[in-house]
């Protein structure tokens, strides 16, 4: 939710920053036809474009990503004891313990497998 | 005798930092730094600005950018940032690098590139003018 409206501030400040650069080359077009020096722009222009380029600043620092805690037992610290000692490597899903069952069947032998060709 | 305590034994101890949230942080900050560059060397352009002014444009951007990183991490920086320093100072001139590339283009996008106007708008003006001059 957060996101989307930094998006949307975004999204606004760059139209709005984008029309700024427009009304100030306006202006200047309408200097240069009116043969006016150029002494600056008008201060609505001036504080369109500085307002937008903040907001768009803003919008950015926030959709760039969160910042992670830099000390190195800050993530640990998060972690449960049941999760620490869940090591995948040391799953086991296959061993001797099967050949105790009554509908083991064993598999087929080396000496057998050669025979067969 | 008197014993001197040198000031460099009194060194806190050093702190072990997670390389991984490190080098996160730095990413997200270069983001928001090149950004930031790029923007408010747009904005220059679009002002207008010349010369020293807008080198001091740059500067008061990259002080915005700071204080809004402040704001965001708040009280404790220390949780996110090694040096509070470092995020004013670093990669300074490599952002103005992009900072200068954009004013100058839009700088010349909106202030110096002759568009082709329409006749009549001229006409009107020149006249308009004529008849203030009379």
């Given amino acids: ?117 | 005798m008197t014993t001197v305590v040198k000031t460099k034994d009194l060194k806190p101890e050093p702190a072990a930092y997670s390389e991984a949230a490190l080098r996160n942080n730095g990413a997200v900050i270069e983001y928001c730094r090149t950004s930031m560059a790029a923007l408010s060397g747009s904005t220059a352009g679009v002002l207008g600005l010349t010369s020293l002014y807008g080198f001091a444009f740059y500067i008061v951007s990259v002080v915005v950018l700071y204080i809004m990183f402040m704001v965001k991490t708040g009280p404790n920086w220390r949780k996110y940032h090694i040096s509070r320093q470092a995020l004013l100072t670093n990669s300074f001139f490599a952002s103005l690098c992009t900072y200068v590339l954009f004013w100058t283009f839009i700088y010349g996008m909106v202030h110096v590139r002759k568009r082709s106007m329409c006749m009549a708008c001229v006409c009107s003006a020149r006249t308009e003018q004529q008849h203030t001059m009379q």
């Fill in chain 1, 1 to 117: 939710m957060a996101s989307s409206l930094n998006k949307m501030i975004i999204i606004v400040g760059f139209i709005s920053l984008f029309h700024s650069a427009y009304s100030a080359a306006q202006h200047r077009s309408y200097l240069r036809i009116t043969a006016q020096e150029f002494t600056g722009l008008p201060l609505d222009i001036v504080v369109q474009a500085v307002t937008s380029l903040f907001a768009v600043m803003w919008g950015v620092l926030n959709v760039a990503g969160n910042l992670r805690e830099i000390p190195a037992g800050a993530e640990l610290n998060a972690t449960k004891w049941d999760t620490q000692r869940n090591l995948p490597s040391f799953y086991i899903f296959n061993h001797r313990g099967k050949a105790l069952s009554s509908q083991y069947i064993p598999a087929s032998s080396k000496a057998e497998l050669e025979n067969l060709e």
